[in-house]
């Protein structure tokens, strides 16, 4: 199975322990990002979607063309663009940059937010259910060689028809985010691959069991699966821990500047990385959670910490329980980038390339 390293490219400088001193939208950085990104061996990486930033589509577009071979990850909320249009939108971007378009359908979690765009549906179940419409219809307009016609709870079409479909043979690769049981039974029907959080082992072994079963109902194939961590690395594992402990001090320090408090909402994603907080600081390996506590995890925030040979190991246990996608990204977005592709990035491939040999030579 092969493994996947996906990057993560911001608007501008600003992270946890980073207060951002340009602009919002800042294109020379996201271009160096995105090159950085390229050249660190990266395979694709991810636009964010929130109602307030830069639209990801056409972030997208710009980092497309200015790299060659580096893939892009739409983040998209249905809800807020016709499905008809969207998959239209990223069918042409597919054709016009060689099949490098794919999508994350994110449903989101927190109703206040999606307020600020004009969302309705207050219950996160019925956004879920939107969702699941919303690709279907998607999926027509990519798949369907003739006019067809939709009936449903919130989207109804009449002749839906795309002239132009996706690069990529089937549509263009789809993942789906979320920590709910809603969010898995979406990923049982649509997604190609199913994002989780960096998560401890035993969650990671209970939310694919359940995507699992979720696709079975709908007799589909497993989805893949992605995990989303924040490395933090140095050539020894005692320095990798003091520079955590740095970390976690800088973000403490910065909050009122960097906005990254503690919010009163806390989706079922965040939920369970709380939850693994409060298991203790250090779990499993190396999984280290102080930042998901500090901030209320409503994002990516549990790292892992120590050498890139032993954050490498964890990738390798991870792969075992099913994941082949490793969505990262450091606390000093660009220059961790550039750092991953030194060591960590071609250790992990290396590492899993050789446990899939041994395998297969204890198989035969």
């Known amino acids: 199975m092969p493994v996947e390293f996906i990057g993560f490219i911001t608007n501008n400088n600003a992270s946890e322990t980073i207060v951002r001193s340009g602009p919002v939208l ?145 549509g263009i690769y789809t993942f789906v985010g979320g920590g709910s049981d809603a969010a898995v039974e979406v990923a049982g029907k649509h997604a190609d691959t199913f994002a989780l959080w960096g998560e401890s082992y035993a969650q990671v072994r209970d939310v694919t069991a359940r995507v699992r079963a979720a696709a079975a109902k709908h007799s589909r194939p497993t989805p893949r699966f992605s995990l989303s961590v924040r490395p933090i690395l140095a050539d020894t594992e005692e320095k990798a821990w003091a520079k955590a402990e740095h970390i976690l001090a800088r973000a403490t320090a910065l909050q009122d500047q960097t906005g990254y408090r503690r919010p009163n909402h806390a989706t079922d994603g965040a939920k369970r990385l709380l939850a693994l907080a409060d298991q203790g600081t250090r779990i499993d390996k190396r999984l280290w959670t102080e930042i998901a506590k500090l901030t209320g995890a409503n994002s990516n925030t549990t790292a892992l910490v120590g050498t890139p040979e032993q954050v490498a190991e964890v990738f390798a246990d991870y792969y075992d329980l099913g994941v082949s996608h490793f969505l990262i990204r450091g606390f000093d977005p660009l220059v961790d980038a550039i750092d991953y592709g030194r060591e960590l990035i071609p250790l992990t491939r290396k590492l899993i390339e050789t446990r899939d040999q041994q395998r297969g030579i204890a198989a035969e």
């Open 26 to 170: 800042d294109p020379p950085y996201i271009e160096t990002v995105a090159k950085a990104h390229e050249l660190a061996g990266f395979d694709r990486a991810l636009l964010a979607f929130h109602s307030t930033t830069p639209d990801a589509l056409q972030v997208a577009q710009h980092v497309l063309t200015i790299t060659k071979q580096l893939k892009v990850m739409i983040a998209q909320r249905p809800g807020f663009t016709a499905p008809t249009l969207l998959a239209r939108q990223l069918a042409t971007l597919d054709q016009f940059y060689g099949g490098r378009v794919s999508l994350h359908v994110i449903t989101g979690g927190n109703a206040i937010e999606l307020r600020q765009d004009g969302n309705t549906l207050d219950d996160k179940d019925e956004r879920y259910a939107r969702t699941s419409e919303f690709l279907d219809v998607v999926r027509l307009e990519w798949s369907s060689e003739k006019p067809f016609n939709y009936s449903g709870k919130y989207y109804n079409v009449e002749n839906g028809f795309s002239q132009v479909k996706p690069l990529q043979k089937g």
